[in-house]
């Protein structure tokens, strides 16, 4: 079972909510989250937000690339517009 993990408003400021909600992650954005800190503490900076986004984002990729891997995606033609009419 995932825990929720309280982040405090002097770090973290959420568009949109109250300053204590509590924000989930998946067992793949943990890892990127974690990976995103320790990258960002070793250059001399520290913004949770980003990490958190960054984190997502990379999390995403990684299933999405899975899916495609394991073979489940659906080829499209390219339709193309006549201009002319």
């Known amino acids: 079972m995932l825990q929720s993990q309280l982040i405090d408003s002097e770090n973290f400021s959420p568009t949109e909510g109250d300053d204590n909600e509590q924000i989930t992650f998946t067992g793949l954005e943990w890892k990127f989250f974690v990976a995103e800190l320790k990258d960002m503490i070793a250059a001399g900076e520290f913004d949770i ?8 984002f990379y999390a995403e990729m990684t299933r999405r690339t899975e899916r495609i891997k394991a073979g489940h ?13």
Do not use: G, N, T
């Not at 937000?49 to 984190?55: R, T």
């Open 73 to 85: 995606w659906v080829e499209h033609d390219l339709i193309e517009v006549d201009d002319d009419e």
């Open 49 to 56: 937000a980003k990490a958190m986004q960054s984190a997502r």
